[in-house]
T-cell receptor
Framework: DTGVSQDPRHKITKRGQNVTFRCDPI?????LYWYRQTLGQGPEFLTY????????KSRLLSDRFSAERPKGSFSTLEIQRTEQGDSAMYLC?????????????FGPGTRLTVL | QQQVKQSPQSLIVQKGGISIINCAYE??????FPWYQQFPGKGPALLIA?????SEKKEGRFTISFNKSAKQFSLHIMDSQPGDSATYFC????????????FGKGTKLTVNP
């Protein structure tokens, strides 16, 4: 257990529905990342927060996706009007800004299945 | 455009053998190269990492070899054990900014007893 938790662990939804995932990072970590991992692939970067500010978004993050990190604590990732292509594992990671490279600690992920 | 290429896709090794996974990158701005290990149903976990000013780093049975001029790096697992069976991802990162990780596609390692 890395200390990063994600909820729910699994989500099955029908095409066109909205879904929301939650990530609770390690408490003292000010950096939070969302990645998406499809079967047989490595995780792909979606977006990055430093404290409450969303500082970078991947072109993979279409306008149906939105992420927030109110008060720089937990984060939510919402997908509106889900499509079958959204089926994937959504991973959250956190790290603490400091000198040098900061290890990103990953949560267990939320597996989304869109029917 | 795949920025980090990883091979092989899958690897089967006998217990006690050496597992070798290779990665190549294109972006010379990358300056930190971690390896992550992922078990089924879990998120990736950092295994070992290296900076390009070092040609080799060893931690226990795990060694990273780095060739800056060739833009290649590899993971060697000595005395492979069945418990090492997992998917391994190489990654690359640029310090400063978001420091997002760019991952390879992964190598599924199976260590037979």
């Amino acid at each position: 257990d890395t200390g990063v938790s994600q909820d729910p662990r699994h989500k099955i939804t029908k095409r066109g529905q909205n879904v929301t995932f939650r990530c609770d990072p390690i408490s003292e970590h000010n950096r939070l990342y969302w990645y998406r991992q499809t079967l047989g692939q490595g995780p792909e970067f979606l977006t990055y927060f430093q404290n409450e500010a969303q500082l970078e978004k991947s072109r993979l993050l279409s306008d149906r996706f939105s992420a927030e990190r109110p008060k720089g604590s937990f984060s939510t990732l919402e997908i509106q009007r889900t499509e079958q292509g959204d089926s994937a594992m959504y991973l959250c990671a956190s790290s603490s800004r400091g000198s040098g490279a900061d290890t990103q600690y990953f949560g267990p992920g939320t597996r989304l299945t869109v029917l | 455009q795949q920025q980090v290429k990883q091979s092989p896709q899958s690897l089967i090794v006998q217990k006690g053998g050496i597992s070798i996974i290779n990665c190549a990158y294109e972006n010379t701005a990358f300056d930190y190269f971690p390896w992550y290990q992922q078990f089924p149903g879990k998120g990736p976990a950092l295994l070992i990492a290296i900076r390009p000013d070092v040609s080799e780093k060893k931690e226990g049975r795990f060694t990273i070899s780095f060739n800056k001029s060739a833009k290649q790096f590899s993971l060697h697992i000595m005395d492979s054990q069945p418990g090492d069976s997992a998917t391994y991802f190489c990654a690359a990162q640029t310090q400063g900014g978001s420091e997002k990780l760019v991952f390879g596609k992964g190598t599924k390692l199976t260590v037979n007893p």
